[in-house]
């Protein structure tokens, strides 16, 4: 695969490790619980820490990118960079449709059902 995409810049980028806990501080003892979505529409991530038995969300952001590759599902030309994927070695992306797709540094395309 010869083109390039663009990620946002390197400060942007979702953070890998957890967060700080918003009360007690410590970041060793927090757990990713689930992405979930509010009643308006808001993408959030929710968080627990074991230390202090506090629950948090932090809201998504993604990134829309104009020459992004295709969604390999529906073919929508409208897809987003949502974050970098350890598990897989690649960017994250997301279509209009909600269709969500791993594009590695080789130019390979996972899709969600290619991990279970």
Do not use: K, Y
């Amino acid at each position: 695969m010869s083109e390039v995409f663009h990620r946002p810049p390197a400060e942007q980028w979702p953070v890998l490790g957890g967060p700080d806990c918003p009360t007690c501080q410590r970041w060793t003892e927090v757990t990713f619980i689930a992405p979930t979505t509010t009643l308006d529409g808001t993408d959030l991530n929710t968080w627990h820490c074991r230390a202090c038995r506090t629950d948090w969300a932090i809201p998504i952001t993604r990134w829309p990118v104009l020459d992004g590759p295709g969604c390999p599902t529906c073919h929508s030309t409208a897809t987003c960079w949502a974050a970098l994927d350890p598990d897989q070695g690649g960017d994250l992306w997301l279509c209009e449709h909600g269709h969500e797709f791993v594009l590695t540094p080789e130019g390979l395309i996972i899709l969600p059902e290619d991990t279970q």
